[in-house]
């Protein structure tokens, strides 16, 4: 969330001017915590529901084309 400390309020992500300056007071904002969440690590977990995920979906995907070959 972006902060002005002149202002002491956060804005939201839109109301901050392009050149990442407080539309109020015009001060740079602190968009730290922003950057520290875009760069945060991906949880390990995440990874193993993408595995999970790309292998179902890669067994239905052979399913599928296992059905459409037994149509012909
Ligand atoms: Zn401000």
Excluded at 26 to 43: F, G, M, R, S, Y
């Amino acid at each position: 969330m972006p902060w002005c400390d002149s202002c002491d309020v956060y804005l939201a992500p839109n109301t901050v001017a392009t050149d990442g300056c407080c539309p109020t007071c015009h001060a740079e904002v602190d968009t730290a915590d922003d950057k520290n969440l875009q760069t945060a690590k991906v949880p390990w977990h995440f990874w193993v529901v993408v595995v999970a995920l790309v292998a179902y979906l890669g067994w239905r995907l052979i399913e599928g084309i296992v059905w459409l070959v037994g149509q012909v």
